[in-house]
């Protein structure tokens, strides 16, 4: 299955301010899944989007799912230590997920 | 819940040698996946099973990559001979039905694989 797109690879912050993470697909998507990997640790299911333009908010994140499908994004609202990790985008591919390769996001304090 | 479990945590092996690693997965889940991670590929889909079943092998690199679940309680992925290229972390996930709101993926620790 095509792999989705996820952009920037790598991302720095000062706590406090706010990141955002791409996921981009070129076909249509069923649904979008988000996890998320602390450093040395497993990815973490966040969430899971469905319809299009869904939006929904876990505390200070809030995500995106595009009109058309075929993207999605993460938007994390004053971020803290606690954000660090890499957060991943899966779409679905027959009954499995494939994953993007993920956006790691630092921040310092 | 214990979760899915994986052995070993660590496993450091010479190259050419068998590797052995095991999943057990939540009970009641019917869907059984490995993944490998690496800095260059991210996390890649290597195999799954349904109900006991593989269902997709594609994501298996080579003929020296193999898997098996005997029972709903425990899969293998074994790797012979190992190569220093296998070098990553294995991740074992399982879910009760992908793409449910109310099953996602559940992922162990892993097993991160050292051939020197």
């Known amino acids: 299955g095509q792999q989705v797109m996820q952009i920037p690879q790598y991302q720095h912050v000062q706590e406090g301010e706010d990141f955002t993470t791409y996921c981009n697909s070129s076909t249509t998507l069923s649904n979008i899944q988000w996890y998320k990997q602390r450093p040395g640790g497993h990815p973490v299911f966040l969430i899971q989007l469905v319809k299009s333009g869904e939006v929904k908010k876990q505390k200070r994140l809030t995500f995106q799912f595009g009109e058309a499908k075929k993207n999605s994004s993460l938007h994390i609202t004053a971020t803290q230590t606690t954000d660090v990790g890499t957060y991943f985008c899966?779409?679905?591919?027959?009954?499995?997920?494939?994953f993007g390769k993920g956006t790691t996001l630092s921040v310092s304090s | 819940d214990a979760g899915v479990i994986q052995s070993p945590r660590h496993e450091v092996t010479e190259m050419g040698q068998e590797v052995t690693l095991r999943c057990k997965p939540i009970s009641g889940h019917d869907y059984l996946f490995w993944y490998r991670q690496t800095m260059m590929r991210g996390l890649e889909l290597l195999i799954y099973?349904?109900?006991?079943?593989?269902?997709?092998d594609s994501g298996m690199p080579e003929d020296r990559f193999s898997a098996k679940m005997p029972n709903a309680s425990f899969s293998t992925l074994k790797i012979q001979p190992s190569e220093p290229r296998d070098s990553a972390v294995y991740f074992c996930?399982?879910?009760?039905?992908?793409?449910?709101?109310?099953?996602?993926?559940?992922f162990g620790n892993g097993t991160r694989l050292t051939v020197t």
């Open positions: 899966g779409r679905q591919a027959g009954t499995a997920l494939i």
């Open positions: 996930a399982s879910s009760r039905n992908t793409g449910s709101f109310d099953s996602p993926l559940h």
């Open positions: 099973f349904n109900n006991n079943v593989p269902i997709d």
